[in-house]
């Protein structure tokens, strides 16, 4: 409706097109039903300035009055009655109005002893009325006339920048009911989060002016600049642009992200000596933001703590991120408070806290992590998206080190191997293979059996050879490449003994008599040679008849080798064959890749996406099924489930039994390669780690119950 279709608009204020008037707080003490407010008759008039929010099924308006209470109801009254009858006159065909009115907040002026029996709504309800305070520079923006304005439908208002969260989240939830943060913003964070951790200068560096405007009218007119598809191969945004963008929705909310309300309290944690004790107190006043603001500053720091993991390559330390962004969690609306209005002493302030805010991202969100971990099945992430590589990850493994020091993570990629803390997720050191040894084809830790259970929290295959003593480094891995095995002690990242020939492959074998084997495949798979785990001499070899062999697993009794043609060969522990399977209808019809193994099955992956299930006992075949992720580069066996990688960005997680499925939530650009399980004593808590071909490392937690019933 335009202006003239209004009530008694002289002394209305109707929100301009360029911008919305500030609210002081998103609290909702003193909410009420809108009925309640209606119906309430009041003995004293108290002058209130109030801003009220309209929204019917197509459409939502804007408006502030500044007047008694008495004289607000006449007129919401009157609003209400002209509106509708102005819409049912337009939509009377297909009945779609709705009045949208469901609540109000008030000031202290309203809110007496009259109001003390109404009970309160939570501020996700809150689609009515938002208690607003005068205050120098509030009504910027505002146009006042009588004549030639309308109010914006929000039909056709498709804006994102420049409007509170409040009512981005009104709008969003009439399409997305459970939406947590306006989906535009979201998709921005997710996007940089995927595609610009290797961003050189991310944040710091600005985009083109021009092209920053054109993408923000074209967000503003509801055009969606994010492809679904973040595979490394999809065509999308800038990465500069889409920083751009999310710090230019930043600056210009009318409202800052940490509030008006509770921002001088941020800056004064500023002044705190200790970094704990600063830190607390901003944990405290982060749980007192909205909802909404909470959920988005979690987003942000998540985004702003995974860049300063990599600044190696982008250069974005967190003292540069605080640098370049932090100013922006106190920005207000260009005009009021913009960030040329800050103090240099309040600059610096700002900074620091956010500084401590990135640096202490996982310690002030734990409980987040926690509640959803206990809430859902499923993986959940961690909030830790790790870039190890600039190409891929081929192999990610756990092994511990000596003296106690815990379980490490190791990940491989081309001829890199790079240890990784597994408390912290930092970096601890890396490992550079010799590019004269070729590509990386396996890693073998063969002084330490990776849990498969949760009671199962330090385990360690170390054992002292039957006739002569022998310091045991559990930290020792193989390493099979294209022109040989080189064993290394990652904990003294020194070369402990070479193999001059071609391996894809590798598995530890135990004897009858306690020794211990590595079995290697060698590159044109006819030959298996086995060597002695403490001696590292060659005691001798396997032949492989039908040749084409390509991987090899040991279960208890029985070495288990996959050749490329899907044949599946089983030989006993001193190297002699018991049975071969070898049915493309029945079994696998494409080469083998990897096995697994439960307490009563082994299994066994290939390039033909299959899953073929073999009896541990008797070795035949027990079922055959398709996880549907395409060709399968990993499978593991954790807590009863078997965690399946293939060729999609995220894993499969089966049953035991095999009777259920489940997706895991997509973190990676391209396929994930591999996982590996382990226990973080700081967080008491089990992690997954998954390596994947776009370059990068997700930890994630591994909840009690990972299925619903």
Same mark, same amino acid.
């Given at each position: 409706?335009?202006?003239?279709?209004?009530?008694?608009?002289?002394?209305?204020?109707?929100?301009?097109?360029?911008?919305?008037?500030?609210?002081?707080?998103?609290?909702?003490?003193?909410?009420?039903?809108?009925?309640?407010?209606?119906?309430?008759?009041?003995?004293?008039?108290?002058?209130?300035?109030?801003?009220?929010?309209?929204?019917?099924?197509?459409?939502?308006? %804007?408006?502030?009055?500044?007047?008694?209470?008495?004289?607000?109801?006449?007129?919401? *009254?009157?609003?209400?009655?002209?509106?509708?009858?102005?819409?049912?006159?337009?939509?009377?065909?297909?009945?779609?109005?709705?009045?949208?009115?469901? $609540?109000?907040?008030?000031?202290?002026?309203?809110?007496? %002893?009259?109001?003390?029996?109404?009970?309160?709504?939570?501020?996700?309800?809150?689609?009515?009325?938002?208690?607003?305070?005068?205050?120098?520079?509030?009504? $910027?923006?505002?146009?006042?006339?009588?004549?030639?304005?309308?109010?914006?439908?929000?039909?056709?208002?498709?804006?994102?920048?420049?409007?509170?969260?409040?009512?981005?989240?009104?709008?969003?939830?009439?399409?997305?009911?459970?939406?947590?943060?306006?989906?535009?913003?979201?998709?921005?964070?997710?996007?940089?989060?995927?595609?610009?951790?290797?961003?050189?200068?991310?944040?710091?560096?600005?985009?083109?002016?021009?092209? +920053?405007?054109?993408?923000?009218?074209?967000?503003?007119?509801?055009?969606?600049?994010?492809?679904?598809?973040?595979?490394?191969?999809?065509?999308?945004?800038?990465?500069?642009?889409?920083?751009?963008?999310?710090?230019?929705?930043?600056?210009?909310?009318p409202e800052p992200i940490l509030t008006d309300s509770l921002a001088p309290f941020f800056l004064s944690t500023a002044a705190i000596n200790s970094d704990e004790e600063a830190t607390n107190k901003i944990i405290q006043l982060i749980s007192q933001l909205p909802d909404v603001n909470r959920t988005l500053l979690h987003k942000l720091l998540c985004l702003l703590w995974n860049i300063s993991q990599n600044d190696k390559q982008n250069l974005m330390t967190i003292g540069n991120l605080t640098t370049a962004i932090g100013s922006s969690f106190f920005n207000t609306t260009p005009g009021t408070h913009s960030i040329a209005d800050l103090q240099i002493t309040q600059m610096a302030n700002a900074q620091r806290v956010v500084f401590l805010m990135i640096f202490n991202f996982h310690r002030i969100f734990a409980d987040h992590y926690e509640k959803l971990s206990l809430n859902n099945t499923g993986l959940t992430w961690s909030g830790k998206r790790l870039v190890a590589s600039q190409k891929s990850i081929h192999n990610v493994v756990s092994i511990r080190f000596p003296l106690g020091s815990g379980t490490q993570v190791i990940s491989t990629s081309a001829s890199t191997?790079?240890?990784?803390?597994?408390?912290?997720?930092?970096?601890?050191?890396?490992?550079?293979?010799?590019?004269?040894?070729?590509?990386?084809?396996?890693?073998?830790?063969?002084?330490?059996?990776?849990?498969?259970?949760?009671?199962?929290?330090?385990?360690?295959?170390? $054992?002292?050879?039957?006739?002569?003593?022998?310091?045991?480094?559990?930290?020792?891995?193989?390493?099979?490449?294209?022109?040989?095995?080189?064993?290394?002690?990652?904990?003294?990242? %020194?070369?402990?003994?070479?193999?001059?020939?071609?391996?894809?492959?590798?598995?530890?074998?135990?004897?009858?008599?306690?020794?211990?084997?590595?079995?290697?495949?060698?590159? *044109?798979?006819? +030959?298996?040679?086995?060597?002695?785990?403490?001696?590292?001499?060659?005691?001798?070899?396997?032949?492989?008849?039908?040749?084409?062999?390509?991987?090899?697993?040991?279960?208890?009794?029985?070495?288990?080798?996959?050749?490329?043609?899907?044949?599946?060969?089983?030989?006993?522990?001193?190297?002699?064959?018991?049975?071969?399977?070898?049915?493309?209808?029945?079994?696998?019809?494409?080469?083998?890749?990897?096995?697994?193994?439960?307490?009563?099955?082994?299994?066994?992956?290939?390039?033909?996406?299959?899953?073929?299930?073999?009896?541990?006992?008797?070795?035949?075949?027990?079922?055959?099924?398709?996880?549907?992720?395409?060709?399968?580069?990993?499978?593991?066996?954790?807590?009863?489930?078997?965690?399946?990688?293939?060729? %999609?960005?995220?894993?499969?997680?089966?049953?035991?039994?095999?009777?259920?499925?489940?997706?895991?939530?997509?973190?990676?650009?391209?396929?994930?390669?591999?996982?590996?399980?382990?226990?973080?004593?700081?967080?008491? *808590?089990? *992690?997954?780690?998954?390596?994947?071909?776009?370059?990068?490392?997700?930890?994630?937690?591994?909840?009690?119950?990972?299925? $619903?019933?």
């Amino acid at each position: 409706p335009t202006r003239k279709n209004l009530p008694d608009s002289a002394n209305m204020m109707l929100s301009s097109p360029r911008g919305e008037n500030k609210s002081n707080s998103s609290s909702t003490k003193g909410a009420l039903p809108m009925d309640a407010f209606l119906e309430k008759k009041f003995t004293t008039p108290v002058n209130n300035k109030l801003k009220i929010i309209v929204t019917t099924k197509d459409r939502s308006y %804007e408006v502030e009055f500044d007047t008694t209470s008495q004289e607000i109801q006449k007129r919401l *009254q009157s609003f209400l009655k002209e509106s509708k009858k102005k819409e049912e006159k337009e939509l009377r065909s297909n009945n779609t109005l709705r009045r949208g009115f469901t $609540a109000m907040t008030m000031n202290a002026g309203i809110t007496d %002893e009259n109001y003390s029996g109404v009970p309160a709504i939570s501020g996700d309800k809150l689609a009515g009325i938002q208690n607003t305070r005068a205050r120098s520079g509030s009504n $910027a923006g505002l146009n006042t006339s009588t004549s030639g304005t309308s109010t914006r439908s929000l039909i056709d208002d498709k804006r994102i920048f420049g409007r509170h969260l409040e009512t981005l989240m009104v709008v969003q939830r009439r399409t997305k009911k459970d939406a947590k943060l306006p989906v535009v913003i979201e998709s921005l964070i997710h996007y940089v989060l995927m595609r610009g951790l290797n961003e050189e200068g991310i944040f710091r560096v600005s985009p083109d002016r021009n092209a +920053l405007e054109a993408a923000r009218k074209q967000i503003d007119s509801g055009e969606n600049l994010i492809p679904d598809n973040l595979s490394v191969n999809q065509v999308g945004l800038e990465i500069v642009l889409a920083a751009g963008l999310i710090k230019l929705f930043l600056r210009e909310l009318p409202e800052p992200i940490l509030t008006d309300s509770l921002a001088p309290f941020f800056l004064s944690t500023a002044a705190i000596n200790s970094d704990e004790e600063a830190t607390n107190k901003i944990i405290q006043l982060i749980s007192q933001l909205p909802d909404v603001n909470r959920t988005l500053l979690h987003k942000l720091l998540c985004l702003l703590w995974n860049i300063s993991q990599n600044d190696k390559q982008n250069l974005m330390t967190i003292g540069n991120l605080t640098t370049a962004i932090g100013s922006s969690f106190f920005n207000t609306t260009p005009g009021t408070h913009s960030i040329a209005d800050l103090q240099i002493t309040q600059m610096a302030n700002a900074q620091r806290v956010v500084f401590l805010m990135i640096f202490n991202f996982h310690r002030i969100f734990a409980d987040h992590y926690e509640k959803l971990s206990l809430n859902n099945t499923g993986l959940t992430w961690s909030g830790k998206r790790l870039v190890a590589s600039q190409k891929s990850i081929h192999n990610v493994v756990s092994i511990r080190f000596p003296l106690g020091s815990g379980t490490q993570v190791i990940s491989t990629s081309a001829s890199t191997i790079k240890i990784w803390d597994s408390v912290d997720s930092a970096n601890l050191s890396k490992i550079e293979n010799g590019n004269a040894y070729g590509h990386i084809f396996s890693v073998l830790t063969p002084r330490y059996t990776p849990p498969t259970k949760r009671s199962e929290q330090e385990s360690s295959n170390a $054992a002292t050879p039957p006739l002569r003593a022998v310091k045991v480094d559990p930290s020792e891995i193989w390493v099979a490449s294209h022109r040989g095995i080189r064993i290394w002690s990652v904990s003294s990242l %020194e070369v402990k003994h070479t193999v001059e020939s071609e391996y894809v492959n590798l598995a530890l074998v135990k004897q009858s008599d306690s020794r211990k084997e590595v079995w290697a495949v060698r590159m *044109q798979g006819d +030959l298996i040679h086995r060597f002695d785990l403490f001696s590292y001499q060659l005691v001798g070899s396997v032949p492989v008849p039908a040749g084409n062999l390509f991987v090899v697993h040991a279960s208890d009794t029985h070495v288990w080798g996959g050749t490329y043609n899907g044949c599946i060969t089983i030989w006993d522990t001193n190297g002699n064959i018991v049975k071969e399977h070898s049915n493309p209808e029945k079994y696998h019809y494409w080469k083998i890749t990897c096995f697994a193994q439960t307490e009563e099955y082994v299994i066994s992956g290939g390039d033909d996406g299959l899953i073929c299930v073999w009896d541990k006992n008797n070795l035949e075949f027990v079922r055959r099924i398709s996880p549907n992720v395409g060709k399968l580069k990993c499978i593991s066996y954790f807590d009863g489930y078997l965690w399946v990688c293939g060729w %999609e960005p995220y894993m499969k997680i089966i049953s035991k039994d095999f009777s259920k499925m489940q997706d895991t939530e997509t973190l990676h650009t391209d396929s994930i390669s591999s996982v590996t399980f382990v226990f973080n004593k700081l967080r008491k *808590q089990w *992690q997954a780690w998954t390596g994947s071909y776009d370059g990068t490392i997700c930890v994630w937690i591994v909840p009690e119950k990972i299925m $619903a019933d």
